[in-house]
């Protein structure tokens, strides 16, 4: 039985993909079954208390922040302290799948970042540099880099007291990103062969940094690796400001491990573009996988009617359909995008005699607002029907995007946007509008259909959430599950998915100066003509009655089963890391 190690800044704090990777792969039954320990490790984020530090669901065994030693751990754990001068929290947390049931207590291991011995954390960073040629002095004053690099030296250096990594065993250190490669780094210098290690790459760093941070976006870079690749061309060549970005060369340098795990098939490229020696990198893809659970008829009907009485008692009617999109508020989400293609749906609608409502679930702010707040709201202006600028509605940011979805509500005749700028989606989030039975889940069975139109998103498990339940999932070409969809369907037509693709240009465009020259003028043409011809499709294939939504939920259920958590860990993680013994 192999151990894990998992170095993540979600070690006990869901921030984004990484949190629901790890939430998948411990509520596996095949991890279980392969995997006889697996430990996360990552910073102490503040003071929390015992009860919280390691989640609501965690169990401290040891602290040496609050004096908790249950066990024994102290004898093991505190000379490693001393040596570094750093403080250590271990324990254990729990991960249940709501859906299924099913449980899993990794060990948690939290270091004080804040707190280290200068000398080892000097050494390291020499041999950093003399290994791998990291000039950590660039990124000293960068908080950034160096929690991630301290992280790397104490926590290696506990592994042995939690007896891992010893003579004869197998152990798996997966670096989640860049934040876990340092602690990969510690154990490929050290020599220690009784590891393997792992760049778990969830995305580039770089290419997200090219892909957001010109106009063209990935109407421009995709074409533009692809014929750079071809000619020998790379990233530090077209894109000369990557030498200062530290977590450029961070992860050029993984091609010194034993592996890496890309979660999307365009990572392979996107990690090549990096430098010529990443070819030569052990790359294989290891999907992310997407929570299934069988739904019946009634469960469909049920959640359908739950948050149609919703939306009925903020708009007035019940519309045909329910379209649905849950992101993050950043670029890459890309939610111009929803909006131009939701102009052309809705002509299709008013050609069909149909009506929907579009759910926007996104939020620049760090957590829900309470409920005394959603009620202000509420009463004040029906939000969120209706938002105002600043204030406990909308941010800056929010309220750009605002403005054009006020436009489409004014103009657009049979869609209406409901901008729901909180977390969650249950009653005490919602207001009274919603019924007390609201859950999150309805939303996610009830949706017709999921859009996701990123400019970058090596994976996007939350745009494929309504597939099991019969909803279509309308995702751009460099979403990564676009690829496991069409790989999961095999030779067949993945009917509830249609992919669109911004980055397939005219013939005439040819050359690496041809891509170069693509700017927001070129984009908004591409981007006009894939939305109109993905929103023809999706309209062709939106379900009439409810008969022919259960005809989706079937095969939509079907496509799902094959794209599973366990179906991942049988079938790419473990011969991934079966090939490194």
Not at 301 to 319: F, Q, W
Request: include cysteine; hydrophobic fraction near 40%.
């Amino acid at each position: 039985m192999k151990t894990l190690v998992h170095v993540t800044h979600e070690a006990v704090v869901k921030v984004g993909g990484i949190g629901a990777v790890l939430h998948g792969l411990f509520t596996s039954r095949s991890y279980a079954r392969e995997f006889g320990r697996s430990l996360l490790i990552g910073p102490l984020w503040g003071h929390e208390s015992p009860e919280t530090v390691l989640s609501s669901t965690g169990t401290v065994l040891y602290s040496s922040i609050h004096g908790i030693d249950v066990g024994g751990y102290g004898a093991q754990l505190r000379p490693v302290e001393e040596h570094l001068g750093t403080r250590f929290v271990y324990g254990r947390r729990r991960f249940t799948d709501p859906l299924t049931g099913v449980s899993l207590d990794p060990e948690v291991l939290l270091v004080d970042v804040r707190r280290l011995r200068p000398e080892p954390l000097a050494t390291f960073k020499y041999n950093l540099f003399r290994r791998f040629g990291m000039d950590s002095y660039r990124w000293d004053a960068s908080w950034e880099y160096e929690q991630y690099v301290r992280l790397g030296v104490a926590g290696y250096a506990a592994l042995p007291a939690l007896e891992i990594g010893r003579p004869g065993d197998q152990t798996c250190i997966l670096a989640h990103e860049f934040m876990g490669l340092p602690l990969a780094y510690a154990a490929i210098m050290e020599r220690n062969p009784g590891f393997r290690t792992f760049l778990y790459a969830h995305e580039v760093p770089t290419l997200r940094r090219i892909v957001e941070g010109n106009s063209g976006h990935d109407t421009l870079v995709y074409p533009l690796l692809k014929i750079a690749l071809e000619e020998g061309k790379y990233a530090d060549e077209l894109f000369p400001q990557q030498v200062n970005f530290f977590k450029h060369p961070l992860t050029r340098a993984a091609v010194n491990c034993d592996g890496i795990l890309c979660v999307g098939e365009q990572l392979v490229d996107e990690l090549n573009f990096l430098g010529p020696e990443m070819a030569r990198a052990r790359k294989h893809v290891v999907f992310n996988g997407l929570p299934f659970l069988p739904c019946d008829a009634a469960q469909k009907k049920r959640s359908r009617e739950l948050v149609l009485t919703y939306v009925e008692n903020l708009i007035g009617y019940r519309p045909d359909y329910i379209f649905t999109h849950v992101g993050r508020f950043v670029l890459s989400k890309a939610y111009w995008r929803d909006l131009k293609a939701l102009w052309h749906i809705d002509k299709g609608l008013q050609q069909r005699g149909k009506s929907a409502v579009f759910i926007l679930l996104s939020t620049e702010r760090g957590g829900p607002q309470p409920w005394e707040t959603v009620r202000h709201l509420e009463q004040s202006h029906s939000w969120p029907v209706a938002h105002r600028e600043g204030g406990a509605d909308l941010t800056p940011g929010e309220a750009g995007l605002y403005q054009h979805i006020q436009k489409l509500n004014m103009c657009a005749r049979n869609t209406r946007v409901l901008f729901i700028n909180q977390f969650g989606f249950e009653r005490e989030v919602l207001g009274e509008a919603a019924p007390k039975e609201l859950t999150w889940m309805d939303m996610r069975i009830a949706s017709d259909l999921e859009l996701g139109l990123s400019i970058y998103e090596p994976f996007g498990i939350a745009q494929m959430e309504p597939l099991s339940f019969g909803g279509i999932c309308l995702v751009s070409s460099v979403c990564g599950s676009a690829g496991f969809a069409l790989k999961a369907a095999g030779d067949g037509n993945p009917e509830t998915v249609v992919i669109a693709d911004f980055t397939a240009l005219p013939k005439k465009v040819r050359t690496l100066e041809d891509v170069r020259s693509i700017g927001i003028t070129e984009r908004d043409e591409v981007e006009e003509r894939v939305c109109r011809e993905a929103a023809a499709e999706v309209v062709k294939r939106l379900p009439e009655d409810d008969q022919e939504r259960m005809a989706l939920l079937k095969k939509g259920s079907a496509l799902a089963a094959r794209m599973s958590w366990d179906v991942v860990v049988d079938d790419y993680l473990v011969p991934a890391l079966r090939s490194a013994e």
